[in-house]
């Protein structure tokens, strides 16, 4: 006679319920299933079609201040009680952590999660592989029909959906299903014995919302043909300004500044700053995971906790941290439901959907206020401290010329400190939710640029 079969909620239940008899004081669990389908097509043709289905449960165990992660793909009831077995003997010989719990059952109660409440983070339209191969073929047809493109580095399409379940010994379970559709092209342009590519993309929580194909193959070439010719910058100090595809980046440090593990820790070079102004009054940075399809939306966090949209930074004063149950208690003070927590390894403090605000300028306002100046759309490489501030990069982009764009300018490196590019941000109004770091085109007065 065959076993029956456990549905995914048995797994978790044994595995917490194993550990528990075994000696545990407390434990959660996250069980994770995903599966998708990617298609890479490069001048007409399949080059490589993927399909990758997975399963994983990691198994998180306190024995009093003593912690043991593990994790399994495994599904039988032996192997997954074994597995909790192994988590408990080791949870008795590790070190003592005295930050480190699961939510009690009163936080959990305070911060219940409202199952009424929608975020839109899943498309129930699975596209077939027919589909996928179309979206690839259009968006590289579209960039090699424009003139001067010699070239494709390939076009990629893919999908792919997931749901994540959290369950903790307190009483918590949770689940989150999330779907994703992207697609992207890389072209090629060739002048003189030289070449240049660039590209562009799309990423979308539903299929429908997608830009269209034919739009971003032309945008692809047309990136393309403009970085011909390219050359280095003279030496100096400049503004410069960063292309929303890479001012996500500068969104990014602001978040791992404010990180609750960085603050207890004293590794960052905002540690002291909370309450006082870090940045232009211009500045506006929130975390909204409620964002409606919105690439890092989710209703709890990481342990369980409700999630709400956060006011980071506002008018360039720092409002808060980002915190999880542990880095909330070392500094006493109330998490904010940002735990983010892979399959193996404790929570830790992360972002959802991060916002840089919208300025009021227009990008061509930006850069028609500049005499001489660099348009970054392109950077390399990275050399940030988060402990000094200290910033450095390589980029390439357009050199700014009396309020325009003039040439393309390639082997560049930026070089500044975070605390002062922060208090010269100025912001556009072209904010585009493409990623789950959303930021406009940003100006930023005073930079080292080095090249010639």
Known sequence: MCAQKLNDTDIMSILIETALKNGATAADCVLSRSRGVSLTRRLGKDENIERYEDFDTGLRVFVGNKIASVSTNESSENSIKEVANRAVEMAK???????SLIADKETLKLFSVDNDFSIDSYDPLEPNIDIIRQRASEIEDAALGVKGITNSDGADASWGEGETLLMTSNGFLGSSKKSNHSISVVVIAEKDGKMERDYDYSSKVFGEDLREPKQIGVEAAKKTLARMGAKKPVTGKYPVIFDPRVSRSIASHFASAINGSAITRKTSFLKD????????????????????????????????????????????????????????????????????????????????????????????????????????????????????????????????????????????????????????????????????????????????????
């Open 273 to 452: 700053m909370l309450g006082k102004s870090v940045a232009s009054k211009l500045i506006n940075l929130v975390d909204d995971p409620l964002l409606k399809r919105g690439l890092g939306s989710r209703m709890f966090d990481g342990e369980g906790l409700r999630t709400s949209k956060q006011t980071l930074v506002k008018d360039g004063v720092l409002q808060q941290w980002l915190l999880d149950l542990s880095s909330a208690k070392q500094l006493n003070l109330t998490p904010t439901g940002n735990a983010r927590r892979g399959i193996s390894g404790p929570p830790s403090p992360g972002t959802t959907n991060l916002i840089l605000m919208n300025g009021e300028d227009t990008p061509q306002d930006l850069i028609s206020r500049v005499s001489e100046g660099f348009y970054i759309t392109d950077m390399i490489g990275s050399s940030v401290s988060m402990v000094t501030g200290d910033y450095s990069r390589g980029a390439s982009g357009f050199w700014i010329k009396n309020g325009q764009l003039s040439h393309p300018i390639t082997e560049a490196t930026i070089a500044g400190n975070l605390k002062e590019m922060f208090m010269n941000i100025i912001p556009a109004n072209d904010l585009d939710y493409q990623q789950a770091i959303n930021c406009p085109t940003l100006l930023i007065e005073g930079m080292t640029i080095a090249g010639n």
């Open 93 to 99: 010989i590790a070190p003592k952590d005295e930050f």
